[in-house]
């Protein structure tokens, strides 16, 4: 069992940058591989980022590719988005989640946080 807990999201102008963080709490969370997903009002659930449980591989939406970073820290047991250049298409809850396995679809998602709301206004 993993439990997962987002902080960091906020309000900022476009153009400018927030830092999200999840917190993993529970067993072997690096054997986990961890994600960010994101649900806009009246949307569905989007994958935003992935990374390994090394840490070795990244993935990312192509809609944030080149502004967003995803990085972990094992020894912490933190995964961290950092967001750089939003514009408001980036507003949306922002969650947490982990996988054994190497998908990155929602269903495929065997933990999630509680979620954190990142708004950007224009």
């Known amino acids: 069992q993993v439990q997962l807990v987002e902080s960091g999201g906020g309000l900022v102008q476009a153009g400018g940058s927030l830092r999200l963080s999840c917190a993993a709490s529970?067993?072997?969370?690096?054997?986990?591989?961890m994600g960010w997903f994101r649900q806009a009002p009246g949307k569905e659930r989007e994958f935003v980022a992935g990374?390994?449980?090394?840490?070795?591989?990244?993935l990312y939406a192509d809609s944030v590719k080149g502004r967003f970073t995803i990085s972990r820290d094992n020894a912490k047991n933190t995964v961290t988005l950092q967001m750089n250049s939003l514009k408001p298409e980036d507003t949306a809850v922002y969650y947490c989640?982990?996988?054994?396995?190497?998908?990155?679809?929602?269903?495929?998602?065997?933990?999630w946080g509680q979620g954190t709301q990142v708004t950007v206004s224009s």
């Open positions: 990374i390994s449980w090394s840490g070795g591989t990244t």
């Open positions: 529970g067993r072997s969370f690096n054997t986990y591989a």
């Open positions: 989640a982990a996988t054994y396995g190497s998908s990155w679809f929602v269903g495929a998602m065997e933990y």
